[in-house]
Nanobody, 123 residues
Framework: VQLQASGGGLVQAGDSLRLSCAAS????????MGWFRQAPGKEREFVAV????????FYADAVKGRFTISRDNAKNTAYLQMNSLKPEDTAVYYC?????????????????WGQGTQVTVSS
């Protein structure tokens, strides 16, 4: 499966962005979908995950209450709605997919990755 992340950009603190992750090659419905981010000089970190049906979501504490992960299996696309953005949210954001729930917050457990989209939040 190929994943294509998009929707990043340069925004001001307090603004919103919606990232998209389009899948091809295999129905997205088979996969748990996660979003991760990597800031300069830092390790890639977990942001959010959603189960196959969209009924279960889980967030990192740093984004809880501000970010919302969702999916539209009919469109083979997952989303990350980011509200109340802060400068510390600046990073390259990656979407990723895996078929099981084991290790859904761990970067090492994902087999499929999108190419990343840059989000820059100015103060």
């Amino acid at each position: 499966v190929q994943l294509q992340a998009s929707g990043g950009g340069l925004v001001q603190a307090g603004d919103s962005l919606r990232l998209s992750c389009a899948a091809s090659g295999r129905p997205l419905s088979y996969a748990y979908m996660g979003w991760f981010r990597q800031a300069p000089g830092k390790e890639r970190e977990f942001v959010a995950v959603i189960d196959r049906s969209g009924s279960f979501t889980f967030y990192a504490d740093a984004v809880k209450g501000r970010f919302t992960i969702s999916r539209d299996n009919a469109k083979n696309t997952a989303y990350l709605q980011m509200n109340s953005l802060k400068p510390e949210d600046t990073a390259v954001y990656y979407c990723a997919g895996k078929p099981t729930i084991v290790g859904v917050t761990s970067t090492s457990q994902y087999a499929y990755w999108g190419q990343g989209t840059q989000v820059t939040v100015s103060s």
